[in-house]
């Protein structure tokens, strides 16, 4: 069974940089995808990172690109997001995503997500 566990966010004030974790159990390792999507209240989650497992590839969504970073460790099955230069518009539901089969495709490389995290809360102050 996955589950993914989400930590790391908080509030703080533009320009401000935050670091996202996500531990990740039962994940397969080879031929996966893991990501991160943000969400604000009435809109669509959106996928703003993914990362490919077995190649590291990174893709990323225009406005986070050059600012947020993705990596992960794949002894410790973390992943993570570093967050820098962190803006008001920024400010949302981080969610982290791993691959399932019947899993839809995202726009980030295709990697198709069905397993969710329970979110952590990144809040931006101008």
């Known amino acids: 069974q996955v589950q993914l566990v989400e930590s790391g966010g908080g509030s703080v004030q533009a320009g401000g940089s935050l670091r996202l974790s996500c531990s990740a159990s039962?994940?397969?390792?080879?031929?996966?995808?893991m990501g991160w999507f943000r969400q604000t209240p009435g809109k669509e989650r959106q996928a703003i990172a993914t990362i490919f497992t077995d190649t590291d590839s990174t893709y990323y969504y225009y406005s986070v690109k050059g600012r947020f970073t993705i990596s992960q460790d794949s002894a410790k099955n973390m992943v993570y997001l570093e967050m820098t230069s962190l803006k008001p518009e920024d400010t949302a539901m981080y969610y982290c995503?791993?691959?399932?089969?019947?899993?839809?495709?995202?726009?980030?490389?295709?990697?198709?997500?069905?397993?969710w995290g329970q979110g952590t809360q990144v809040t931006v102050s101008s």
């Open positions: 039962g994940v397969t390792k080879s031929r996966n995808c």
């Open positions: 995503a791993a691959r399932s089969p019947s899993g839809r495709p995202s726009p980030l490389g295709g990697c198709q997500y069905g397993y």
